[in-house]
């Protein structure tokens, strides 16, 4: 009796595990790739990166912040070219921290000092400058964020101004008065767009992002300042992915933050530090054309490039696809044993029957999981094993 219950104490504990690791995998994980640059002034290196970009050839482009240039890259991170030097003429800059790509192929440049938006054919030519300094629509104050949307229209965040200008042939249009009330905006830092032509902001002092649809209407806002899942302190940069989720460049807490488009948490990315996959001061983010994610990790002064993890091979075994061989698949094939269709669960050889041979199969592979387990499932399941083959 109480092997029996030692036993459904394990099964219970290791279904508890696997079904907590389940709801993590039905999340698309990303794994880190490459890192590209390091401090300097050279090329390919930066000194504090505030801003990445990707056009619709796969390059990217990067907001060089405090060495006044812009930098193009190959999707596979090497070198392209340089555009700008420091100054206030026409293709120079002056602390550029936002940078966008349009569907034609063309840059648009947060000058941030220079009070401007700056405008650049895709092989780096200047082509215009929009905005000056001031408060009155069309002017400037300390320009962040850049985004363009699909209609060709240019999303800024007038930082200064504590508002969104959006920029067209028609002329400026504003969104966003001070203040951190529905709607208002205090320093906005971020700005991006999704499929639907809403707009996302990274209202970053209020600590929160705020969606405006593409006429300005508020509809909502997401997060509170903290250091918790799902809280922000700070954020900078904005971006969306192909499905649709909010991806949030959680700049004071080192780290990147997935919300859905309803603004419900969904999973962190990065923590503090120097190495391979962790931040310091997260400025900026985009994704490219394959999904993969490139951050503009400041303060480490590099770009930092992550891909979605793929999906995990199916596992001999694994009879209910939980990923994992356990108690519940030996249920499977002890429920189906001795039957003899190709589509019972439990066949895991194709022999059109379930028989010892499955379970042989399931013993090679128990405890065995297609992603990574907490160690203590592995001591768990072992323990298991041996009281399943005592009852036995």
């Known amino acids: 009796m109480r092997r029996a219950s030692i036993l459904a104490f394990v099964l219970a504990t290791i279904l508890q595990i696997l079904a907590s690791s389940q709801e993590a995998r039905g999340q698309q994980q990303y794994q880190w790739v490459q890192t ?59 602390g550029p921290y936002g940078i966008a790509c349009d569907s034609s192929g063309n840059v648009w440049v947060g000058d941030t000092y220079n009070n401007r938006i700056e405008k650049f054919s895709s092989s780096g030519a200047f082509l215009q400058t929009v905005g000056t300094a001031g408060t009155g629509n069309g002017q400037l104050y300390s320009p962040y964020g850049v985004a363009c949307d699909s209609s060709g229209n240019v999303w800024v965040a007038d930082k200064g101004n504590n508002r969104i200008q959006e920029f067209s042939s028609s002329g400026a249009f504003m969104l966003g008065t001070h203040g951190n009330g529905n709607g208002q905006l205090n320093n906005p830092g971020g700005v991006t767009c999704d499929s639907s032509g809403n707009v996302w902001v990274a209202d970053t002092p209020n600590s929160r992002i705020v969606e405006f649809s593409s006429s300005g209407t508020f509809l909502q806002t997401f997060g509170t300042e903290g250091t918790g899942n799902g809280q922000l302190y700070y954020p900078g940069g904005v971006a969306c992915d192909s499905s649709g989720n909010i991806w949030v460049a959680d700049t004071s807490n080192n780290r990147i933050e997935e919300f859905s488009s309803s603004g419900a948490f969904l999973q962190t990315l990065g923590t503090f530090g120097h190495g391979n996959g962790q931040f310091a001061s997260v400025e900026d983010i985009t994704f490219d054309s394959s999904g993969n994610l490139w951050v503009a990790d400041a303060g480490n002064n590099c770009i930092q490039v992550f891909s979605p993890t793929p999906e995990p091979a199916a596992l001999a075994g694994d009879a209910n696809g939980d990923g994992t061989v356990s108690f519940a698949d030996y249920q499977i094939v002890e429920s189906n044993f001795g039957t003899g269709t190709t589509w019972e669960q439990g066949d895991f050889n194709g022999d059109h029957a379930v028989t010892f041979a499955d379970y042989q199969i399931l013993e090679a592979n128990f405890g065995k999981s297609s992603v990574p387990e907490p160690a203590t499932l592995s001591l768990l399941a072992l323990g298991g094993l041996a009281l399943l083959r005592k009852r036995r």
Not at 37 to 44: Q, R
Not at 65 to 90: M, V, W
């Open 36 to 94: 590209i640059g390091g401090f300097g002034t050279g090329n390919g290196r930066f000194w504090f990166p505030c801003g990445v970009a990707c056009d619709s050839s796969g390059n990217v482009w990067v907001a060089d912040t405090y060495d006044n240039r812009i930098q193009e890259f190959s999707s596979s991170g090497a070198f392209l070219r340089t555009i700008g030097t420091y100054g206030t003429g026409n293709g120079q800059f002056y």
